[in-house]
């Protein structure tokens, strides 16, 4: 039996309005800058998604911002009800993805995949017939993919692989970004395509269904095609592609398909990122070299605007890496009682409580997680007590800044990977990238006597329960709102 | 008159002035294709009426310099190698 979900962009939209978090833009917005403009206004109030008619230059095109930056709009993607307590989001993600059932792809005829309805090959390729924004000022180009996946497969054992890497419009039929080399399909590329000097084949998929889009954002450890049928309850629906033999999401908006170049880079970025910052400069990049575009009907391009939080990159990716980092810790059998990442850290804080079971738990956290493959995107780990309620800022601000020993509870680790895109790095280290890494032990040492240990002052902590009782059921009559 | 800009890394004096040599810059022209990047070979001159079209540098992370320089294009270059365009 399928979860609730939403096979397409078209019926999220749908239902984002239905739930009132959409606003329907009608008037002619200009891709140079205003609509990314107004995507990242709406990303930093939290506000609706814009659904935008009518794009100056682009008849035929429409345009859907921010499409995933709020929690709302993950739990609707989850068909949870929008109001839905973050961490009954994270159960949800947790029991599809931890269930054990497998949904494979469902391959569909060409006839029946609507990304197929437009088919435009050789000469008539053109990357600038598609509405590619320009995202911000200062960028170094078109952004066309920002809300997107990039569909690879390993040559050797055929693994797929779906990522978020970021793709600027160099000409009318290259494209250019960063593939670190740590990353799923770096490895792909530059160990097994480059030395073979073999063109990398791919396909950019932009407007895929929403969990797609986090499947395609989450560090899992199975392919992404196979992790979307979890989240769906079923397997995702798949044609194949023009010009290879990849497969892509049938009811996608836009499919781009092409070679990842081997010995060649052209100059990418700056970029508004995900840090909030323009970090990493204008500098030779990876070279995607387009063959082939499809797309649906009318098709409406999703616009993702990185910069200060909250915008889906920071959302998704905190959700899915600190899920995933709870899904590792288990799994080494340590107690922990919750993993949370803060989207307003842009995915670099993660916060992680446990029973306090033995001396050196917090050191063992950190080890594991700075060592995963989840390890380069974050740096600054926090445990926590199982007391401490990990969703609650006042609650983890008072733990850090009380029980952390500035000496002590500190610990710091060099020379760890890193990526070019941290702001704090020097130049240098963003260039190698090489990253430090730091963790907050938040436990009252266990060696403390209890007489020793301070004790919390809380209203749960410090009343008997027939006070606490009585406080609380004669709140409004003091005169309080509930 | 065209106009152009382009990324001078950290200092806009690494940029040797007057002299033939490749680069990469974007067309500002306000068409659907604005912000096209280009390979060519040419020369540039902060004196702004020193060649006939317009160049506006930039440098790494995007910071507007805001003064125009002058370019000739001198040849357009396909960067892309002839066995995988």
Known sequence: MPYKYYKDNREFIKALDEAGDLVTVEQEVDWDMEMGAIVRRVCEIKGPSPYFKNIKDYEGFEAFGAPLATYRKLAISLGLPPDTPIPEICAAYLERTESGKSYPPVIVDRADAPCKEVVITGDDVNLFDLPAPMVHGGDGGRYLSTWHMIVGKDPDTQDINWGMYRQMVFDEKTMVGPVLPFSDMGKMFHYKHVPRNEPMPFATVIGMDPLAGIAACAPASIPEDEFCGMLMGEGVEMVKCETSDLYVPAHAEIIIEGDILPGIELEEAPFGEYTGYRTSPREPRTVYRVRCITYRKKPIMPLSNMGVPTDEGQLLRSFSLGLEMEKLLKSQGIPITGVYMWPESTHHLVVIGTAHVYTGIAQQIANLIFGSKLGPWFHMAVVVDEETDIYNKDEVIHAISTRCHPIDGIHLYENHLGTPLNPFASPEERKKSKGSKVLFDCLFPRHWKESDKPIMVSFNKVYPEDVKEKVLSNWTNYGFKD | ?85
């Open chain 2, 1 to 85: 008159m065209a106009e152009y800009d382009t990324f001078i890394l950290t200092d806009l004096n690494e940029f040797t002035q007057d002299q033939a040599q490749d680069m990469i810059i974007r067309d500002l022209a306000s068409t659907k294709a604005k912000y096209c990047c280009k390979v060519v070979k040419a020369r540039a001159s902060s004196d702004p009426d020193k060649y006939g079209d317009r160049l506006w540098p930039r440098l790494g992370r995007g910071q507007w310099v805001g003064k125009p320089w002058s370019i000739e294009i001198i040849e357009w270059i396909n960067p892309i190698p002839e066995e995988w365009r």
